[in-house]
């Protein structure tokens, strides 16, 4: 995982290592190298604060150039640990007094959504909380059919109305069913698209000020590259709590990872890997830090 990522920062570290350590050399390294950056979705803000943790740590330092490489790999190791320090969110304690527990996830069509609800269904259905579906993405032809597979598979109560219905009535049924039946968790999809962007965020405000939801989830797919900045900043308009990244089985990049967490400081709630139900991460920043070491 990460390949990419890694290549680049050791070819740079081998570059520094090369040559007689200043300032100046560190800046005209980076600067020839950002193009190779980009490549692996690091962005200008991410490698400007690697540029100047290097900096400050290699100012004024006197070793043997035997150990100015570890120190280098050290020092970015240790920025991309404290980029992704941005916490998580015990989901199961944060539920412990309410019931239903509300959580609407919101993410483009294509970001893995539909996928990564049916996996956090089956997650917490494996540690004996009950749990219903709100098929509230009404607008997107075979969106519901898709959801009701999904829950077929993993025997999960799906709620739904026919396709142009109100998403924020939907959800709202749905946790009029939860409560009734003293369902632990309502989990609601939503529309990834509408006919303008204008359109999409209008819904999106009506779910939140219609139902209040508990958790505000924006999905990610982590192939987009640095087009991630732009959801972001579109979905922070309805008030989003976290995030959940997905397909990090076939990203090779990952540096959009760390400028999501970088520019936006939001807790991290789940890591998805693939198409199995049970390929779900709980966020560890130590542990997914590890994936980016040099």
């Given at each position: 995982?990460?390949?990419?990522?890694?290549?680049?920062?050791?070819?740079?570290?081998?570059?520094?290592?090369?040559?007689?350590?200043?300032?100046?050399?560190?800046?005209?390294?980076?600067?020839?190298?950002?193009?190779?950056?980009?490549?692996?979705?690091?962005?200008?803000?991410?490698?400007?604060?690697?540029?100047?943790?290097?900096?400050?740590?290699?100012?004024?330092?006197?070793?043997?150039?035997?150990?100015?490489?570890?120190?280098?790999?050290?020092?970015?190791?240790?920025?991309?640990?404290?980029?992704?320090?941005?916490?998580?969110?015990?989901?199961?304690?944060?539920?412990?007094?309410?019931?239903?527990?509300?959580?609407?996830?919101?993410?483009?069509?294509?970001?893995?959504?539909?996928?990564?609800?049916?996996?956090?269904?089956?997650?917490?259905?494996?540690?004996?909380?009950?749990?219903?579906?709100?098929?509230?993405?009404?607008?997107?032809?075979?969106?519901?059919?898709?959801?009701?597979?999904?829950?077929?598979?993993?025997?999960?109560?799906?709620?739904?109305?026919?396709?142009?219905?109100?998403?924020?009535?939907?959800?709202?049924?749905?946790?009029?069913?939860?409560?009734?039946?003293?369902?632990?968790?309502?989990?609601?999809?939503?529309?990834?698209?509408?006919?303008?962007n204008k359109n999409l965020i209008e819904e999106m405000k009506k779910i939140v000020r219609v139902n209040k939801p508990d958790l505000k989830v924006l999905v990610?797919?982590?192939?987009?590259?640095?087009?991630?900045?732009?959801?972001?900043?579109?979905?922070?308009?309805?008030?989003?709590?976290?995030?959940?990244?997905?397909?990090?089985?076939?990203?090779?990049?990952?540096?959009?990872?760390?400028?999501?967490?970088?520019?936006?400081?939001?807790?991290?709630?789940?890591?998805?890997?693939?198409?199995d139900y049970n390929s779900l991460e709980v966020y560890n920043y130590k542990d997914f830090s590890g994936k980016f070491i040099l």
């Amino acid at each position: 995982m990460f390949r990419i990522f890694r290549e680049k920062f050791l070819n740079v570290v081998s570059k520094i290592v090369e040559r007689e350590i200043k300032e100046e050399d560190i800046s005209k390294i980076f600067y020839e190298n950002y193009e190779e950056f980009l490549s692996a979705d690091v962005s200008i803000e991410v490698l400007e604060k690697i540029e100047e943790d290097l900096k400050n740590k290699l100012k004024g330092v006197k070793i043997g150039r035997g150990e100015i490489e570890k120190l280098i790999k050290n020092t970015i190791n240790e920025t991309i640990e404290n980029i992704l320090n941005v916490g998580t969110i015990d989901l199961l304690k944060m539920a412990e007094n309410k019931k239903p527990f509300v959580i609407v996830f919101f993410g483009y069509n294509g970001s893995g959504k539909t996928t990564l609800i049916a996996k956090v269904a089956k997650y917490l259905m494996k540690r004996e909380k009950s749990v219903c579906i709100a098929a509230a993405d009404t607008f997107r032809a075979a969106s519901i059919e898709q959801l009701e597979e999904h829950c077929n598979k993993i025997s999960v109560k799906l709620i739904k109305q026919k396709y142009g219905s109100d998403p924020a009535a939907v959800i709202f049924d749905a946790i009029n069913y939860a409560k009734i039946n003293r369902i632990h968790f309502v989990l609601a999809d939503t529309a990834g698209r509408m006919h303008t962007n204008k359109n999409l965020i209008e819904e999106m405000k009506k779910i939140v000020r219609v139902n209040k939801p508990d958790l505000k989830v924006l999905v990610l797919d982590s192939l987009i590259g640095n087009d991630i900045i732009n959801q972001i900043k579109f979905f922070e308009e309805v008030g989003i709590d976290c995030f959940c990244f997905t397909k990090l089985d076939i990203n090779d990049k990952g540096g959009n990872i760390l400028t999501a967490c970088y520019l936006f400081k939001k807790p991290i709630l789940f890591l998805s890997y693939g198409q199995d139900y049970n390929s779900l991460e709980v966020y560890n920043y130590k542990d997914f830090s590890g994936k980016f070491i040099l």
